[in-house]
């Protein structure tokens, strides 16, 4: 499976997305310097972490002053490769299908979804925004035409193997996995899961142990 | 904070949630053993990752055969808190929150979404699913009445820790967050971040590490 692409540790991408998330705050408020520090507090994190994370970046700060926020915002885009727009399209126009087909900061974030697709004839040619929902018969054609990148299943877990199949067969190099199910993917393709459900279980379990605990 | 109220590491924790899920469609389909092997091909991960998981739980395989699914899921429920109903309530009723709303695995796992609340006077009365969406002013009756455990955010980032303040102060016990943003709450509280924009533009970083590579 290709999740071993770069180099970089999935906890710390996943918090360089934070980062960059939070920078993109403080430059629309016009902040122009941030320090470790702040970015730590902001965060929830221990500063040493910030340093650590930051150190995979071609970025070095300035001591009292901190990292140029302009600056930083370019490097972790680039990095993230947030600096190209990629297309993606989403497989299941269900409820939570349709909420992400619709999720402005995606578009802010340079997520493009230019198609959404049902395998139910009866949710075939509703609106969801600015889509129409197609049917799984056109999925090769746009992947092909429109050079999508990603495909995003949120598909009930029966179908998630399968639908996956499909769109690594039409050509999309990435999945964003929202159906609660292991999906498998031929070597090069990249998975990342999405699961609401097991978030919402982790959290069950803190409150079950803190419950325990008293 | 309270993130750290459980011993058992977050990695583990989630792959606790998946070894459930999977153990629970193998026990649809009739499978009454399972060996750490089968699991581990099954979810993508080494037997030996499977084995220390399972050893976080109070049951043993047995050489050849491996685990008895019916105790396994037993022991998973338990230790994930999941042999309990936890009730909850989403803010934020546009296309995620009702999306959330109406998610059926949620109940089938023992998630009881028991309301859905907004701040912009126009949605409240709307009907989501077997839901009404409700005003703030209506969330601290509904926290006690119901003596709601989770609050599930589903606003947008700017709204985030407002929100997160107003469910703490209300009662809740924990916090889903699905805003991109980092929340501050209380020791004690518990929360866990489901960032969806965060796991897709860790595709992003993905994808791009790999087309570098060629």
Not at 31 to 56: K, M, P, Y
Not at 91 to 109: D, S
Request: charged share 20%; aromatic share 4%.
């Amino acid at each position: 499976m290709g999740q071993k692409a770069g180099s970089i540790p999935t906890p710390v991408v996943r918090r360089l997305a934070k980062y960059l998330m939070h920078i993109q705050g403080l430059r629309k408020a016009g902040v122009e310097w941030v320090s470790s520090q702040t970015l730590a507090e902001a965060l929830g994190l221990t500063s040493s972490t910030v340093r650590q994370d930051l150190s995979h970046l071609d970025i070095s700060g300035i001591s009292k002053r901190g990292y140029e926020t302009a600056t930083l915002e370019d490097v972790l885009q680039r990095e993230l490769g947030g600096d190209v727009v990629w297309k993606a399209v989403i497989v299941g126009a269900g409820n939570l299908g349709c909420a992400l087909a619709t999720h402005v900061p995606f578009a802010k974030q340079g997520f493009d979804i230019c198609g959404i697709f049902d395998a139910n004839t009866r949710v075939v040619g509703k609106k969801v925004g600015r889509l129409t929902v197609q049917g799984m018969e056109d999925l090769p054609a746009l992947v092909r035409k429109e050079a999508v990148d990603i495909g995003i299943l949120a598909v009930p877990v029966e179908a998630a193997q399968q639908v996956a199949e499909q769109l690594v067969e039409a050509g999309v190099a990435g999945l964003l996995n929202l159906a609660c199910a292991h999906i498998q993917v031929p070597e090069g393709v990249s998975v990342v899961d999405a699961h609401i459900l097991e978030n919402l279980q982790e959290l069950s379990y803190l409150l079950h142990a803190s419950r325990k605990k008293k």
